[in-house]
Nanobody, 116 residues
Framework: QVQLVESGGGLVQPGGSLRLSCAAS????????MGWYRQAPGKQRELVAR???????NYAWFVSGRFTISRDNAKNTVYLQMNSLKTEDTAVYYC??????????WGQGTQVTVSS
């Protein structure tokens, strides 16, 4: 059974930083491209960043230069370092394979709230 467990969210002031983690079990992520996604209230889930099995990275324009995705295959974990956070970054953040498979691997996500 595949499980993706996100953690590291919280409440942070604008300009602050958070580091999200996604621990995988039931799957060896080293063979897969992985992504971080987010869903804000009333909006569709969107891709934030992705990292290939070879560790090449791509970012959505709205986080480019502020967020960094990385992976530790030995720990079977993917990370998202978020700096210079803005109020519009407030959302539930999820990790999943990229592209998301037809099988539902979505976890509970981790809430990120950026507010003064």
């Amino acid at each position: 059974q595949v499980q993706l467990v996100e953690s590291g969210g919280g409440l942070v002031q604008p300009g602050g930083s958070l580091r999200l983690s996604c621990a995988a079990s039931g799957i060896i992520i080293s063979s897969y491209d992985m992504g971080w996604y987010r869903q804000a209230p009333g909006k569709q889930r969107e891709l934030v960043a992705r990292i290939t099995s070879g560790s090449s990275t791509n970012y959505a324009w709205f986080v480019s230069g502020r967020f960094t995705i990385s992976r530790d295959n030995a720990k079977n974990t993917v990370y998202l370092q978020m700096n210079s956070l803005k109020t519009e970054d407030t959302a539930v953040y999820y990790c999943n394979l990229y592209p998301p498979p037809s099988i539902d691997y979505w976890g509970q996500g981790t809430q990120v709230t950026v507010s003064s």
